[in-house]
Structure formats: structure tokens, C-alpha cells
């Protein structure tokens, strides 16, 4: 619904401060409303362009300096990966212009300079305003067409538009005007509405013109529109005193034309814009991107991923899964202590260690034991601290420090660094907090809270040992609910035509430009934030259970790892980790990956859970996201909203729970409606795991239901291509033939 205001033109002459505001939810007006895109309120009447809310008055977003610093680590990686992709494209015959990639508040030449603090500004999105447009008419009768410039042309015509004589021979009485419901996009960002002449350059005055607005032979402006076709495309003008012109239904980008100049006519398939209705979802996309809240007392581990904290990440990655080097001395362990001020630490280690050496020297076995382990939990104790009293020795093998090199060619949200450093943010912030007055912050399925478990302690008990049961048969290892899974999402801008950096048109790769919002009334360029601490589903794989399960599978780059190895099995898929380029451009077919099917795993058990949630909670899969930490073998599926949260996913646990998961065994849940047609296309479709784009973390790629129960290996596995793969759950229940 809308509130009340004046309607103002959107032109930078006559744009006023006192545009009218919609009224939707934060979530929706930091993504569908957001500035640039096109709606229409209900009932479908009246098409209108989102537009920053030019108040004296911002509504500033209620975040810290540290959520900030993360939007801006994010900013800088996006922009700066965004403009690499989309200009890589160029080649020496056909250059690509760095305005045709980035808005150019965010260039200096060819050179991507990120907007600092100072000239963004961080908003809670609860006013978008709003203006109709496009300003563009057709009578239902006559064709007769008609433009405005603006809001405040249209208000000053409007009693002339409503009197116009309605020339067809059946009429009787004024026109019945629709408004147009087709604009012209470009990928630049661009848009406009329908109108009779074309935008070229002119070489004379240097300058872009629009040529074609008046009938060549007798010079009228007014025009009507043939609408007659079912096919957009084929629509076209003609002059209204019945000379005929060309069908054609074209329209050139005014920003590109001007960019190219003089080699405009070259160019003609990159200027090219295309004509669609303004309810179609590539007239607008909103750039967003989301990340893990880090709690309060975990927001050094922010700093880990500064460009500058390189070595601090490599330490941090290589303690998190034992990259261990030689062991520390303890003239280097009381050096350390005695730097930090800890000296009572140190003598605590000479203590326990005079009685080990007494109990050794004396024959007692069991105290020399007692105090072995009790040293040994002291200096693991110095050694895991947060920050650690006593660094320990770290020794990265080569080819994990050449994953640190390339990390450019990951998107935050698939940097296995970024992912792991999350990950132990929400480890020690909730899935290890304790419990206080009978909730958890996490609560187990096999543990449950007073809170969740059932009343009786029988019932209660009966109930894990089923669960743990069927955990054991699912192959997860850790599976609970999070009370508040904190997550900040924010958006920064948008793109038209398509959401990734480059898109495939007539044969060629385009750039396509990510735009900012426009300025707001104090010059800064607002960045729309919503966070939530709603429900979540969160789970863990065995890793036992995926080692063998990628040994079936038959992956080439398997990498040497078992019970015994000092080095955890994240530690060793980072070592083989491949890179899914920006915006999946190196996410093409080619050898089985043990990183793309780990992460294919992941992806496609939560869409299998989301899925099974939908069905079971009253929840939409709109509604639902995900997070996925691929070193960790662990994933999150939440429920996405700024409303209240009524718990949905609770009472499923308390109305469902083993029902619940026994149904992400039976074989109906892993089955397609399209049947073969979806085996051979890589096992997934919407039929079956495929979710809104919304709601999905990866575009619905590096997803196959043959990764759970067996099938035709995915689409981007050339090494199995046409043959069955098996599936986790066929190899994790092989003993007892489930």
C-alpha cells in the first residue's frame, strides 16, 4: 500500500524532495523495491520506478563499526571482482570501455577505486519512494500514442489527454488511454521508454541524438503504435496521418552510443536494447550479498580477513586443521608467556612439570601419566586460546599457501578462507554457547534442551537414540536447531538484462554494468541493510562418511587422508579446493573434483532438507535460505524474513521430529517429476531441488540428486560422463542394504 504524497518528475530539474513512499517489509524494499526497479501496486494498475527516499531524514541502519567494516571488505571484493570479469571480455579488435563494467563513481581509468566510508551510508530500508513510470500512453481504440518528458508534463497535459477525440471510425468520444506496459533495457543499465525515433551519434556536434521523431514526409509528431502482435518484438509505429515507415521495433542504449562515439555505427549489435515489459524479472536485478553476523566477543576473527592479514590467516587456518609443525620448546613457549604478562601461566608449566619429573625419578607411572596429560592440556590450552598465549608452530603445506594467492578468484560468499573463518565465528557464538534456563542457543536433535524435549524423560530418551539412529543413517554427524542464526544481508546496487558481470548476446559476450543507487540528498550513496536472527536448521556431515563416499565416487584429485592423519579432512579438501571462478565463469565440465563434489554434496542435501522443511512446516521455499561451509562439511538452512519468527522451525522438530528426517530416506523424496528428461540434464530441475534463485546461494548450480542416492553423474563431471555414480546415502547405509 501506498502512502499519501505528490507525484514529482524524475528528471535532476524537477526532481523534489516530497515523493510519495510505499509501505512493504525491510526485506522486500531492500530487494524487489529497491531504487531502479519497476512495479506495479495491487491490483496491477499503474506501473511505477522505485526511487531513494529523499527525506531531510535517513532511517540509518542499527549496526555496528564491525558490521560495517564487513559490508566494506565485501564491497571492495565485489566491485573489484565484478569489473574484472566484465572487462576481461575485451579483446584488441573490440575494447572494452571500464563505464561499460562499473558505474563510474567506482573508476579512475581503467582502475577500480572503491567509495570510502564517508561517502556511503548504511540504511535500515523502511521508506522506498516511488513515481509512475513509464510516462508513455496508447489509445485502445486508434493507437494513438503519446509520451511525457515527466510527472509534472504529464500533470500539466492531463486534462488535454483525457479530452483527446478518439479518431477511430467505431468511436464515439475521447480515448481510452492505457499506459504502456513495455519499456527497452540495455545491460548497461540503461532503460527507456517506447518512442518512435532511435538514439545514434551524431559525428557533426559530437553528441548523441534522437533521431525519427517526426514523420519524414509530412513532418508530424503524432504517431500510433501497432500493438496487434503477441510477439513484443514485432510491434512497431507509424505516422498518425497514415505514411508508412519502417516495422522495425528498435531502440540504441543512449549511455553505450555515447561511450562509443564515432564507432557507434560499428557497434550496432552492443548498443542494441531490448523491449520488454517492465513486470519482467530482467528488467531488474538488485546486487546483494549476505554474510555470518560475527558475535561481539569473536570480532578479532574479523580482522583475519583484511587484505593486509595474510599471515595472521594462514596461522589461523593451519591451528584450525592442524598443519602442525615442529613442537615449541619451552624456552619458546616462556618467552611467549612472558611477553603477553602471563608469568603465572609459566609457573603453572614448571610446577606440573617438577612433579612429572618427581613421579618419574620416584617409578610411579600412573602420576607420571597424570601429570604428562595435564601439561599437555596446559600448553593445548595456551596454543587454542583466543588469541593464543603461546602461537603454536604452523607449517602450510605449498599448496595451501597457493590457495591463499588465488583467493580472486572466489566470491566471498564461496571463499573457502571466508567460510571457515564464519564458520568458527557461529561455532564459538552460538553452536558452543551454554545453555541458560533450559534453551539453548543450539539445541542438538540427540541432546535435546528442556525446552525442545519432550516432558517425560522415557519419551525424551527414546527419542534421541532414534534420532542419533537415523543421524547414523543420513550420514550427519552433528544436526540441530540455531534459536538466532545472526545474519547481516545487504544490498548495493543493481544490473539490468542479467545479474552476472558478463552475459551472451547474438553470439558475443557483453559486459553488463553494475550500477549504484543514485545519491541521496546529502551526496552519499545509500547501501540498504537488513540483519536477522531467525530459526535455522544447522548440519554436519562425517567426515568419514564423505572420504569414502568420494573414494566410491571416484574422484581424480582424492587427496591421501584417514583416521590416523594429524591433518582434518578440511585441511585436505582445501589443498585440492578449485575455484568456481567470479561468478561461476570457471565453472565448466572437466575432470571429477573432490572440492565440486563436496560442494555439490552440500548444496544439494540442503535444497533435500529446505524441500522436506516446506513440506512439513508451513514454510514457502521463498521464504527459506541457505549457507554452506564446504571445509567444514557443514551447512545451514534458515528461515529468510524480517517478520517475526513463530518458530516454525521448532514446532517442526517438536509436531515432526524423526518423521522428519526418516523421509530424507525414502526414495520418493529424491525422485523427479521429469523422470529421465532431468537424469540426463544433471539430475536437477524444479521439479525436483531446484529452489527460487532468491533463495538459493548458488544460482542453482553444482546440484545433482545422484550425489545422495545415485544417478548419472552431474553436469560438470566429464570424468563419469554418461555412467552412474554412487550416492552418499547408498554408501553410508551399504551394510544393512538400505
Known amino acids: 500500500m501506498a502512502r499519501r504524497g505528490t507525484f514529482h518528475a524524475l528528471d535532476d530539474d524537477?526532481?523534489?524532495?516530497?515523493?510519495?513512499?510505499?509501505?512493504?517489509?525491510?526485506?522486500?524494499?531492500?530487494?524487489?523495491?529497491?531504487?531502479?526497479?519497476?512495479?506495479?501496486?495491487?491490483?496491477?494498475?499503474?506501473?511505477?520506478?522505485?526511487?531513494?527516499?529523499?527525506?531531510?531524514?535517513?532511517?540509518?541502519?542499527?549496526?555496528?563499526?564491525e558490521t560495517k567494516a564487513q559490508i566494506m571488505l565485501r564491497l571492495q571484493e565485489v566491485w573489484q571482482s565484478w569489473f574484472g570479469r566484465a572487462y576481461s571480455i575485451g579483446t584488441p579488435d573490440r575494447l572494452i570501455h571500464p563505464h561499460q563494467c562499473l558505474d563510474e563513481a567506482l573508476l579512475k581509468g581503467a582502475s577500480v577505486i572503491p567509495l570510502g566510508g564517508d561517502r556511503l551510508t548504511f540504511l535500515s530500508p523502511l521508506r522506498m519512494g516511488y513515481a509512475p513510470s513509464p510516462l508513455t500512453f496508447v489509445c485502445n481504440k486508434c493507437r494513438l500514442f503519446k509520451r511525457f518528458e515527466s510527472v509534472s508534463d504529464l500533470a500539466r497535459n492531463i486534462g488535454n489527454l483525457r479530452k483527446a477525440k478518439c479518431l477511430a471510425p467505431d468511436a464515439k468520444g475521447p480515448c481510452q488511454w492505457r499506459q504502456l506496459d513495455v519499456i527497452f533495457v540495455h545491460w548497461s543499465g540503461e532503460w527507456m521508454p517506447a518512442t518512435p525515433g532511435k538514439w545514434e551519434w551524431n559525428s557533426r556536434n559530437s553528441e548523441a541524438w534522437l533521431g525519427g521523431e517526426a514523420c519524414a514526409e509530412c513532418g508530424?509528431?503524432?504517431?500510433?503504435?501497432?500493438?496487434?502482435?503477441?510477439?513484443?518484438?514485432?510491434?512497431?509505429?507509424?505516422?498518425?496521418?497514415?505514411?508508412?515507415?519502417?516495422?522495425?521495433?528498435?531502440?540504441?542504449?543512449?549511455?553505450?552510443?555515447?561511450i562509443f562515439r564515432d564507432r557507434a555505427s560499428t557497434r550496432i549489435s552492443e548498443r542494441r536494447m531490448e523491449?520488454?515489459?517492465?513486470?519482467?524479472?530482467?528488467?531488474?536485478?538488485?546486487?546483494?550479498?549476505?554474510?555470518?553476523?560475527?558475535?561481539?566477543?569473536?570480532?578479532r576473527l574479523l580482522s583475519l580477513l583484511e587484505p593486509q592479514q595474510h599471515a595472521e590467516l594462514a596461522a589461523f587456518i593451519g591451528a584450525k586443521f592442524r598443519f602442525c609443525g615442529a613442537a615449541l620448546t619451552p624456552n619458546e613457549m616462556k618467552e611467549a608467556l612472558l611477553a603477553a604478562g602471563k608469568a603465572d601461566e609459566w609457573q603453572s608449566y614448571e610446577s606440573i612439570q617438577r612433579m612429572?619429573?618427581?613421579?618419574?625419578?620416584?617409578?610411579?607411572?600412573?602420576?607420571?601419566?597424570?601429570?604428562?596429560?595435564?601439561l599437555r592440556k596446559l600448553v593445548n590450552r595456551w596454543t587454542t586460546s583466543d588469541p593464543p598465549l603461546v602461537r603454536p608452530m604452523v607449517d602450510l603445506p605449498p599448496s595451501v599457501m597457493a590457495q591463499l594467492s588465488v583467493r580472486r578468484e572466489y566470491t566471498s560468499r564461496f571463499d573457502p578462507f571466508?567460510?571457515?573463518?564464519?564458520?568458527?565465528?557461529?561455532?564459538?557464538?552460538?553452536?558452543?554457547?551454554?545453555t541458560e534456563g533450559g534453551r539453548a542457543p543450539f539445541v542438538r536433535f540427540n541432546h535435546l534442551d528442556n525446552d525442545l524435549a519432550p516432558k517425560d524423560a522415557a519419551a525424551k530418551a527414546a527419542q534421541e537414540r532414534e534420532t542419533q539412529r537415523l543421524m547414523n543413517k543420513l550420514g550427519m554427524t552433528e544436526l540441530g536447531l540455531i534459536r538466532e542464526f545472526d545474519l547481516c544481508r545487504?544490498?548495493?546496487?543493481?544490473?539490468?538484462?542479467?545479474?552476472?558481470?558478463?552475459?551472451?548476446?547474438?553470439?558475443?559476450?557483453?559486459?553488463v554494468r553494475l550500477r549504484l543507487f543514485e545519491p541521496l540528498r546529502n551526496g552519499k550513496r545509500p547501501i540498504y541493510v537488513v540483519t536477522q536472527a531467525n530459526e535455522a536448521l544447522y548440519v554436519r556431515l562425517e567426515p568419514h562418511a564423505v572420504y569414502a563416499w568420494l573414494q566410491e565416487v571416484g574422484v581424480r584429485d582424492?587427496?591421501?587422508?584417514?583416521?590416523?592423519?594429524?591433518?582434518?579432512?578440511?585441511?585436505?579438501?582445501?589443498?585440492?579446493?578449485?575455484?568456481?571462478?567470479?561468478?561461476?565463469?570457471?565453472?565448466?565440465?572437466?575432470?571429477?573434483?573432490?572440492?565440486?563434489?563436496?560442494?555439490?554434496?552440500?548444496?544439494?542435501?540442503?535444497?533435500?532438507?529446505?524441500?522436506?522443511?516446506?513440506?512439513?512446516?508451513?514454510l514457502d521455499l521463498g521464504s527459506m535460505g541457505e549457507y554452506i561451509f564446504p571445509l567444514d562439511l557443514a551447512f545451514v538452512v534458515y528461515r529468510n524474513g524480517t517478520t517475526m519468527d513463530l518458530g516454525n522451525l521448532s514446532s517442526l522438530w517438536r509436531n515432526e521430529n524423526n518423521r522428519f528426517l526418516s523421509r530424507l530416506l525414502e526414495a520418493s523424496t529424491h525422485r523427479c517429476n521429469s523422470g529421465r528428461l532431468c537424469d540426463t540434464g544433471g539430475g536437477a530441475c524444479p521439479d525436483c531441488i531446484m529452489i527460487p534463485e532468491t533463495s538459493c546461494i548458488a544460482q542453482n548450480q553444482l546440484l545433482s540428486r545422484a550425489v545422495l542416492k545415485g544417478g548419472p553423474a552431474p553436469r560438470e563431471d566429464a570424468t563419469h560422463k554418461g555412467q552412474r555414480i554412487r550416492g552418499y546415502l547408498e554408501v553410508v547405509n551399504e551394510d544393512d542394504g538400505c
Not at 280 to 296: K, N, R
Not at 491 to 502: F, I
Not at 587 to 596: I, M, N, P, Q, V
Open 558 to 618: 582424492l587427496p591421501p587422508w584417514d583416521a590416523l592423519d594429524s591433518v582434518m579432512l578440511g585441511g585436505r579438501l582445501l589443498e585440492v579446493a578449485q575455484p568456481f571462478g567470479q561468478y561461476f565463469s570457471l565453472l565448466k565440465e572437466g575432470d571429477a573434483s573432490t572440492y565440486r563434489y563436496v560442494y555439490t554434496l552440500l548444496h544439494t542435501y540442503a535444497h533435500v532438507l529446505m524441500k522436506n522443511v516446506a513440506e512439513l512446516s508451513g
Open 14 to 65: 524537477e526532481k523534489t524532495l516530497n515523493a510519495p513512499t510505499m509501505a512493504r517489509s525491510r526485506s522486500q524494499l531492500g530487494s524487489a523495491y529497491a531504487p531502479g526497479a519497476f512495479f506495479t501496486f495491487e491490483g496491477g494498475l499503474g506501473a511505477c520506478v522505485s526511487i531513494p527516499d529523499l527525506s531531510a531524514t535517513t532511517d540509518d541502519a542499527a549496526i555496528g563499526s
Open 418 to 434: 571466508v567460510l571457515t573463518v564464519e564458520h568458527e565465528a557461529l561455532s564459538r557464538g552460538k553452536l558452543s554457547a551454554a
Open 490 to 511: 545487504f544490498t548495493h546496487g543493481y544490473t539490468r538484462v542479467s545479474a552476472t558481470p558478463t552475459l551472451e548476446k547474438r553470439g558475443q559476450d557483453m559486459p
Open 356 to 374: 612429572r619429573r618427581s613421579a618419574e625419578s620416584s617409578g610411579d607411572i600412573d602420576g607420571f601419566k597424570l601429570m604428562d596429560d595435564e
Open 275 to 299: 523491449p520488454i515489459s517492465y513486470r519482467a524479472s530482467s528488467a531488474y536485478y538488485a546486487q546483494a550479498e549476505q554474510f555470518v553476523l560475527f558475535p561481539e566477543t569473536e570480532h
Open 220 to 258: 508530424s509528431k503524432d504517431f500510433k503504435l501497432n500493438t496487434d502482435s503477441p510477439r513484443i518484438g514485432q510491434w512497431h509505429f507509424y505516422c498518425a496521418n497514415g505514411h508508412k515507415r519502417s516495422n522495425e521495433w528498435r531502440q540504441n542504449d543512449r549511455f553505450t552510443t555515447e
